[in-house]
């Protein structure tokens, strides 16, 4: 079931993988907030370190509760060609 996120605001922390400085905290884009899907776009200062990355969904509901994602997105950035 879809977690309704109306009047809230989701995040997502992102740093390397083995490091615990957060290289960038993005905010996230609520298209229809019943359906509790999200869209992050990931800047060029989040994507110039390259290497493995995860990031951490945070859900801050309009009372000011959070809730975390348990798991964390792993991703790896490279270098472009040429």
Same mark, same amino acid.
């Given at each position: ?9 989701? @995040?997502? @922390?992102? @740093? =390397?993988?083995?490091? $615990?400085? +957060?290289?960038?905290?993005? !905010? ?17 200062? $989040? !994507?110039?370190?390259?290497?493995? !990355? ?10 000011? @509760?959070? =809730?975390?994602?348990?798991? !964390? +997105? ?5 270098? =472009?060609?040429?």
């Amino acid at each position: 079931v879809a977690l309704d996120v109306t009047g809230g605001s989701v @995040r997502m @922390r992102v @740093r =390397q993988v083995g490091r $615990t400085s +957060i290289i960038d905290t993005l !905010l996230g884009t609520v298209p229809n907030e019943s359906e509790g899907k999200v869209t992050f776009v990931f800047d060029s200062d $989040t !994507l110039s370190t390259t290497g493995v !990355l995860e990031g951490e969904i945070e859900f801050t509901d309009s009372a000011s @509760r959070t =809730q975390t994602v348990v798991d !964390l +997105i792993k991703f790896k950035v490279r270098s =472009q060609f040429g």
